[in-house]
């Protein structure tokens, strides 16, 4: 292994494990103060950002970057506890548009608030001009998702 390969292994295994403990510490307030992991505010933050017109399922699958069988599994209790719903596309019938409720949208208004500030409380060992050279050196980074957006275009 060449010691270039082992920094960046290195650096990909800091990346992970900062990206993993953030996630985790906000799934656990999510879930603790609002009874929704972080995979449901996903959802509902995906069709926040939507709108009114809401997504198709492939589109919020997408989105997601998951499964159309992991977006029902995920979207299900968010339909049941009525801050999610269900409809069939006007122009194909066999099409699932999902998108929030009044509900919905309150209730995402307020984890989103929540959200913004534990996010910000994560970096406040950073600077401004931290997070901005943070953001350009992850945004140098070769993605493997780039890679695919690029082949499919």
Not at 118 to 145: C, H, I, Y
Request: glycine share 6%.
């Amino acid at each position: 292994m060449t010691q270039s390969e082992r920094n960046a292994l290195r650096a990909w295994l800091d990346l992970l494990t900062a990206s993993n403990a953030i996630k985790k510490s906000i799934d656990t307030a999510l879930r603790t103060q609002f009874g929704v992991s972080i995979s449901r505010f996903d959802v509902l933050s995906a069709l926040d950002r939507a709108g009114p017109e809401g997504l198709r399922a492939g589109d919020l699958s997408q989105r997601l970057m998951v499964t159309e069988g992991n977006t029902t599994q995920v979207t299900a209790p968010l339909i049941r506890d009525g801050l999610v719903k269900r409809i069939s596309s006007r122009e194909d019938g066999r099409v699932a548009i999902f998108r929030l409720t009044r509900k919905g949208e309150k209730l995402f208004e307020k984890m989103a608030d929540e959200h913004r500030s534990w996010v910000s409380d994560a970096f406040t060992g950073l600077s401004q001009n931290e997070l901005a050279m943070l953001r350009r050196l992850l945004g140098k980074l070769k993605l493997p998702l780039d890679k695919e957006k690029r082949n499919a275009a």
